[in-house]
């Protein structure tokens, strides 16, 4: 249970220094993915004769998930600024719908009427977390938040999807091996966003590295417990006390620290969030 501890703590902190860290998201996140693979690469040196050898379905995997870890990070760091911890947590983690109807539909796993309706349910808390934006802000804040929250739930779920499709192509690769090339495949993504958009200068700030080594070291350590975590528990067990576990906290967090706003249609979303996690899981 420690390292379930572990990757709910270091999950959650990833969104408190996104919020407090008032530096440019992509800047930060880029330079982030950098301090992960130099750190990565110390702990375990990377394997280039494995990668090379694996068949063009688990490289293009690799490479697919690089664009997504960045481009979802990205907006994790939007939602936890615009909506706040909580939701952004809990956005995050309600995606764990999407490899369950994934596996239903497409591998034709075997799913449960309590998983299908966890989907249902979770669909609902999606959309009852965002009604104070239309009652408050109007239409357009409502497009603003919901397009970000959906964008994060939606690429939340390719990443598990994916992971889960592409699997069995990375036999070769040792399990700390695959996170640090999908970390080197978004960091250079992110580079190359910079240089296209003649913004390369502002990876040369100081402060930058700073919060980037911060955000960086705690993100490689969220994937280590994660490891762990799924290497000492039953997957199942673990998906569901380690997701409860960061909409809980993130929650808390939000309320208390930030003074996050509550309604009564937000804890109903949350509501519905969690006995979502518990129908799936």
């Given at each position: 249970?420690?390292y379930?501890?572990?990757s709910?703590?270091?999950n959650?902190l ?8 008032r530096?440019p998201?992509t800047s930060?996140i ?9 750190l990565a ?5 990377p394997?280039l004769a ?8 688990g490289q293009?995997?690799?490479g ?10 990205v ?5 936890a600024r615009?909506?706040?911890?909580g939701?952004?947590?809990?956005l995050?983690?309600l ?8 596996a239903?539909?497409?591998l ?5 009427w309590?998983?299908?309706i966890?989907?249902?349910?979770g669909?609902?808390?999606i ?5 104070p934006?239309?009652?408050s ?7 603003q938040?919901?397009?970000i ?10 990443i ?5 499709a592409a ?6 690769l040792?399990?700390l ?8 495949v ?11 958009q ?12 700073k919060?980037?080594f911060v955000l960086g070291a705690?993100n490689?350590l ?10 000492a528990l039953p997957?199942?067990?673990f998906?569901?006390?380690?997701n409860?576990g960061?909409?809980?906290?993130s929650?808390m ?8 706003r ?5 804890g109903?979303g949350?509501?519905l969030?969690?006995?979502?996690l518990?129908?799936v899981?």
């Amino acid at each position: 249970m420690w390292y379930v501890g572990g990757s709910i703590l270091t999950n959650v902190l990833l969104l408190v220094w996104l919020r407090v860290l008032r530096l440019p998201v992509t800047s930060l996140i880029t330079a982030n993915y950098f301090v992960c693979v130099v750190l990565a690469t110390f702990l375990a040196p990377p394997d280039l004769a494995a990668l090379t050898s694996l068949p063009v379905l688990g490289q293009v995997a690799l490479g697919v998930l690089g664009m997504l870890f960045i481009s979802v990070f990205v907006l994790t760091g939007l939602a936890a600024r615009q909506m706040g911890v909580g939701l952004a947590g809990m956005l995050a983690k309600l995606s764990v719908v999407w490899p369950v109807a994934f596996a239903a539909i497409i591998l034709r796993e075997p799913v449960s009427w309590t998983q299908v309706i966890g989907i249902v349910v979770g669909v609902a808390a999606i959309g009852v977390v965002h009604a104070p934006y239309l009652r408050s802000e109007g239409w357009k804040k409502l497009w603003q938040a919901s397009s970000i929250g959906l964008l994060l739930w939606l690429g939340n779920g390719l990443i598990d999807i994916i992971f889960k499709a592409a699997h069995p192509y990375w036999k070769e690769l040792s399990t700390l091996h695959v996170p640090l090339y999908i970390m080197a495949v978004a960091g250079l993504i992110g580079l190359l966003l910079h240089v296209a958009q003649a913004k390369g200068k502002k990876l040369f700030s100081l402060s930058l590295w700073k919060g980037a080594f911060v955000l960086g070291a705690t993100n490689l350590l969220s994937i280590f417990f994660y490891l762990r975590g799924l290497e000492a528990l039953p997957a199942v067990q673990f998906f569901l006390w380690n997701n409860l576990g960061i909409v809980l906290l993130s929650g808390m967090v939000g309320l208390l620290f930030f003074r996050e706003r509550f309604s009564w249609e937000v804890g109903v979303g949350y509501a519905l969030g969690l006995a979502a996690l518990l129908l799936v899981s």
